[in-house]
């Protein structure tokens, strides 16, 4: 699976990044870096968990 970000959306917030830091980075100037865009199999319930709790509804998962 990957993770999708949609960049119109995101605001920045970073709890993502709480939830997930392994695949998520909030830089200083508020742009979300994804540190790794495809998710191995025992990281998937920590990822889906950070996709869920993003207010701003920007992350979705793809799965390939
Ligand atoms: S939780 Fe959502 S809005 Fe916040 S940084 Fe992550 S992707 Fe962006």
Redesign the pocket.
């Known amino acids: 699976m990957k993770i999708a970000?949609n960049r119109g959306r995101?605001?920045?917030?970073?709890?993502?990044?709480s939830i997930s830091p392994a695949y998520?980075e909030?830089g200083d100037d508020g742009v979300?870096i994804l540190v790794r865009a495809t998710v191995g199999d025992a990281d998937r319930a920590e990822v889906e968990e950070a996709v869920r709790?993003?207010?701003?509804a920007?992350?979705t998962i793809v799965d390939d």
């Open positions: 970000v995101c605001t920045g917030i970073g709890i993502c990044e998520f909030v979300l709790s993003c207010p701003a920007a992350l």
